[in-house]
C-alpha cells in the first residue's frame, strides 16, 4: 500500500536529521560545564549548530504545513470527537495487552487511515502543538527584543527558556517513544522501511 | 606644603564628616540621592559649579568692563547633580583642589597642580581596609592599563573622582549597574581622541573584535567588559588586573557552567540567600539568563525520573514481546 509519498518522506528525513541536531546541540548547551560539555559537541558549536538548524527546522515545519493542505495529508491529522476516548483505551490495550495475546489490530492501517487513534493524539500534539511552541519561544530566545521583558516577577526571557527547554524535553521524549513504537510494525523494520520505500507492509492476520 | 595642607584638610573632612564615618552606629553611605543630599559644603562648591556645572559659563572683564559668555571645555564639566551622587558628595571642592581656584580668572599655574591618587587618601587607612585598596592597587600595577602610565593613564582614567559611585555593592537593578560599569570602559575604548591619548594603537572596532560572541547584544547588556578582561581576585572586592585582549576569557564554558565565574564576579554582592538553590536556582535564574548555568534542579529532577519512567516501560514492552514471540515459536 503506497501511503507515503515522496514529498513527506523527504520532509521526514530532513526533519529527522534536524531533530536529533537539536536534541544534541541543545543538551550540549543546557549541560556544559567547564570540563566542556557532553554530547562532544563545543557550546560555541553547539549555539551556532542549534540557530542554523532551528532556523531549517522552521523553514521545514512551514512546508509540512503547507504540503498538509496542499495534498490533503491534513485529513490523517484531524481529531474525531466520536469514540475519542474510547478508541484511545482501545489502542492503549492492545499495546498494552492484546498484541502479546495475538489479538488483532484494532485499527489497521488503511488508505483512510494512517495513524491509529493513539499515533494521531501523539502527532497532533508534537506537530501542532510542540513544535509551535517551540518555534516561538526558540525565536524569543533568538530575538530577546521581541519577548516580554517580564511576567509574574520573573523575567520574560526566562520564562521562554523554560518553556522552550520543557517543550524540547516533551519532543525528546516523543522522539524516543516514536523510535520503539516505529518497531511494532509486521516486522520490526518494516516501518522503517515503509518510510523509505513509500510503501506500507501490512501486519500478517 | 599646600599639598600637605590639602591632605590635612582632607583627613580632618573624612573624620569629622558624619556621613562617611565608620564603626559608630552611624551610617555609612549618606543619602545618595542628589536631590535630597545636602552637603556641608554646597555653598562653598556652589561657587565652583557656577560655572564647571554647565556647558556655559559668565564672567565680567574687569579691563574692559564686558560681560563674557564662553564654552566651558567638556572636560572640565562636572554636573553638581552628578558629584552628589558620587563616593566624594561630601567633599569641599577645594578639600582636593587648591584653595587658590576661589580666585577668578584662575592662575595658568594651578593647571599644574599635582593631583592625588587613590591612594593619598585611601591607602594604608583602616576606615577603608574592607575595600582593600592596596590590594586594588598590587592588581592594577600588574594590568595592561598601568603600562600606559607614563602617557598619563591613573585611576581617575575609570574612576573620575567627581563622578564615581560604587555600583555593583549596592546594585538595585543589575542591568543599569552594567550599563554603568560597561560606560566607564567605553569612555575610552569607544572614543578614540581619548583612546589616542594614551595608545598610538589603530581604531580598534568593538563590535568587530567581539562578533564571534553569539548574540552580541545580550553579552554586552548582561554582563560587564571585566567579566572577561579582568583576572578574578578574590581577595579585592572587583577585579582591577586588565588582562590583554589575548589573556581575555573566551572560552563559552567559564560562564556557561553549573560553577559560573560569574558567580564570583558579577554576583559575587549577591547574597548567599540569593544564591543558594532555590524554586528558581537563586540570583541567576531569577534575575539573569545564562544557559549552562541556568540548571532548575526540580526540572531537571522531574525530566530524568520522566525519561527513566519511559524506558522503563519500553524495556517491560521489549521484554514482553521477546516472551510473546518465544512462545509463537515454541
Given at each position: 500500500?503506497?501511503?507515503y509519498p515522496v514529498?513527506?518522506?523527504l520532509?521526514?528525513?530532513?526533519?529527522?536529521?534536524?531533530?536529533?541536531?537539536?536534541?544534541i546541540?541543545?543538551?550540549?548547551?543546557?549541560?556544559t560545564?567547564?570540563?566542556?560539555?557532553i554530547?562532544?559537541v563545543?557550546?560555541a558549536s553547539a549555539?551556532?549548530?542549534?540557530?542554523?538548524?532551528?532556523i531549517v527546522?522552521?523553514?521545514s515545519?512551514?512546508?509540512?504545513v503547507v504540503?498538509?493542505?496542499?495534498?490533503?495529508?491534513?485529513k490523517?491529522?484531524r481529531l474525531?470527537?466520536?469514540n475519542?476516548?474510547s478508541d484511545?483505551?482501545?489502542q492503549?490495550r492492545y499495546?498494552a495487552?492484546?498484541m502479546f495475546k495475538?489479538e488483532?489490530?484494532p485499527?489497521?492501517?488503511?488508505?483512510e487511515?494512517?495513524f491509529?487513534?493513539?499515533?494521531?493524539?501523539?502527532?497532533?500534539l508534537t506537530?501542532?502543538?510542540g513544535?509551535?511552541?517551540?518555534?516561538i519561544?526558540g525565536l524569543g530566545l533568538?530575538?530577546?527584543?521581541i519577548?516580554?521583558k517580564?511576567?509574574?516577577?520573573?523575567?520574560?526571557?526566562i520564562?521562554?527558556d523554560?518553556?522552550?527547554i520543557?517543550?524540547?524535553?516533551f519532543?525528546?521524549?516523543?522522539?524516543?517513544?516514536?523510535i520503539?513504537?516505529c518497531t511494532l510494525?509486521?516486522r520490526p523494520?518494516?516501518l522503517?522501511?515503509?518510510m523509505?520505500?513509500?510503501?506500507h507492509?501490512?501486519?500478517e492476520? | 606644603?599646600?599639598l600637605?595642607?590639602?591632605?590635612v584638610?582632607?583627613f580632618?573632612?573624612?573624620?569629622?564628616?558624619?556621613?562617611?564615618s565608620?564603626?559608630?552606629?552611624?551610617?555609612?553611605v549618606p543619602?545618595?540621592?542628589p536631590?535630597?543630599y545636602?552637603?556641608?559644603?554646597q555653598?562653598?562648591?556652589?561657587?565652583c559649579f557656577?560655572?564647571?556645572?554647565?556647558?556655559?559659563?559668565?564672567?565680567?572683564?574687569e579691563?574692559?568692563g564686558?560681560?563674557?559668555?564662553a564654552?566651558?571645555?567638556?572636560?572640565?564639566?562636572?554636573?553638581?547633580?552628578?558629584?552628589?551622587?558620587?563616593?566624594?558628595r561630601?567633599?569641599s571642592?577645594t578639600?582636593?583642589?587648591?584653595?587658590?581656584?576661589s580666585i577668578?580668572?584662575?592662575?595658568g599655574?594651578?593647571r599644574?597642580?599635582l593631583?592625588?591618587?587613590?591612594?593619598?587618601?585611601?591607602g594604608?587607612?583602616?576606615t577603608?581596609s574592607?575595600?582593600?585598596?592596596?590590594?586594588?592597587d598590587?592588581?592594577?600595577?600588574?594590568?595592561?592599563?598601568?603600562?600606559?602610565?607614563?602617557d598619563?593613564?591613573?585611576?581617575?582614567?575609570?574612576?573620575?573622582?567627581?563622578?564615581?559611585?560604587?555600583?555593583i555593592?549596592?546594585s538595585?537593578?543589575?542591568?543599569?549597574?552594567?550599563?554603568y560599569n560597561?560606560n566607564?570602559?567605553l569612555?575610552c575604548?569607544s572614543?578614540?581622541?581619548?583612546?589616542?591619548?594614551l595608545?598610538?594603537?589603530d581604531?580598534v572596532?568593538?563590535?568587530?573584535?567581539h562578533?564571534?560572541?553569539p548574540?552580541?547584544?545580550?553579552?554586552f547588556r548582561s554582563?560587564?567588559?571585566?567579566e572577561c578582561?579582568?583576572?578574578?581576585?578574590?581577595?579585592?572586592?572587583?577585579?582591577h588586573?586588565?588582562l590583554s585582549k589575548?589573556q581575555?576569557?573566551?572560552?563559552?564554558?567559564?560562564?556557561?557552567?553549573r560553577?559560573?565565574?560569574?558567580m564570583?564576579?558579577?554576583?559575587?554582592?549577591?547574597?548567599?540567600?540569593?544564591?543558594?538553590?532555590?524554586?528558581l536556582n537563586?540570583?541567576?535564574?531569577?534575575?539573569?539568563?545564562?544557559?549552562?548555568?541556568?540548571?532548575?534542579s526540580?526540572?531537571g529532577?522531574?525530566?530524568m525520573?520522566?525519561?527513566?519512567?519511559v524506558?522503563?516501560?519500553?524495556?517491560?514492552?521489549i521484554i514482553?514481546?521477546i516472551?510473546?514471540?518465544?512462545?509463537?515459536?515454541?
Open positions: 500500500m503506497y501511503l514529498w513527506l518522506r520532509w521526514h528525513a530532513l526533519n529527522a536529521v534536524l531533530i536529533i541536531i537539536l536534541i546541540t541543545g543538551i550540549s548547551m543546557q549541560y560545564d567547564k570540563e566542556d560539555s554530547f562532544i563545543s557550546f549555539v551556532k549548530l542549534h540557530n542554523i538548524t532551528a527546522l522552521t523553514i515545519y512551514i512546508f509540512f504540503m498538509n493542505i496542499a495534498t490533503g495529508n491534513g490523517y491529522y474525531k470527537r466520536k475519542f476516548f484511545l483505551v482501545k492503549m499495546y495487552y492484546g495475538g488483532k489490530h485499527f489497521p492501517v488503511s488508505m487511515r494512517k491509529n487513534p493513539l499515533q494521531k493524539i501523539t502527532y497532533v506537530m501542532y502543538v513544535l509551535p511552541l517551540i518555534i519561544s533568538m530575538f530577546p527584543e519577548t516580554v517580564k511576567a509574574f516577577g520573573v523575567s520574560g526571557f520564562l521562554t523554560i518553556l522552550h520543557t517543550t524540547g524535553f519532543l525528546s521524549l516523543f522522539l524516543v517513544v516514536h520503539y513504537t510494525g509486521a523494520t518494516s522503517f522501511r515503509g523509505l520505500s513509500g510503501y507492509e501490512p501486519e492476520d | 606644603m599646600k600637605l595642607f590639602t591632605k584638610l582632607v580632618i573632612s573624612l573624620s569629622l564628616v558624619p556621613s562617611i565608620v564603626g559608630s552606629g552611624r551610617a555609612v543619602d545618595r540621592d536631590v535630597t545636602i552637603s556641608p559644603f555653598e562653598e562648591n556652589l561657587n557656577k560655572c564647571h556645572g554647565q556647558e556655559k559659563y559668565e564672567y565680567t572683564n579691563l574692559l564686558t560681560q563674557v559668555k564654552i566651558m571645555c567638556l572636560e572640565h564639566i562636572i554636573k553638581s547633580e552628578d558629584f552628589y551622587a558620587s563616593n566624594h561630601s567633599f571642592c578639600d582636593c583642589h587648591s584653595e587658590d581656584y577668578f580668572p584662575h592662575s599655574e594651578l599644574m597642580e593631583k592625588y591618587t587613590c591612594l593619598d587618601c585611601h594604608g587607612d583602616d577603608f574592607s575595600f582593600s585598596f592596596e590590594g586594588i598590587a592588581d592594577y600595577r600588574e594590568s595592561v592599563h598601568f603600562k600606559l602610565e607614563n598619563g593613564f591613573s585611576c581617575w582614567k575609570c574612576h573620575d573622582p567627581h563622578t564615581y559611585r560604587i555600583s555593592r549596592e538595585k537593578n543589575l542591568k543599569e549597574t552594567i550599563l560597561n566607564i570602559c569612555h575604548h572614543d578614540y581622541s581619548r583612546f589616542h591619548l595608545t598610538d594603537r581604531e572596532n568593538l563590535m568587530k573584535t562578533d564571534w560572541l548574540d552580541q547584544a545580550s553579552h554582563i560587564r567588559c571585566i578582561h579582568t583576572r578574578i581576585n578574590d581577595s579585592i572586592l572587583v577585579a588586573q586588565v589575548d581575555a576569557v573566551k572560552l563559552c564554558n567559564e560562564c556557561h557552567s560553577n559560573s565565574m560569574l564570583v564576579s558579577l554576583y559575587k554582592f549577591h547574597s548567599k540567600e540569593q544564591r543558594r538553590d532555590g524554586f537563586g540570583i541567576i535564574l531569577n534575575e539573569s539568563y545564562v544557559i549552562g548555568a541556568n540548571r532548575n526540580y526540572l529532577n522531574a525530566s525520573l520522566i525519561f527513566g519512567i524506558i522503563l516501560m519500553i524495556l517491560i514492552h514482553f514481546r516472551k510473546r514471540n518465544k512462545l509463537k515459536e515454541g
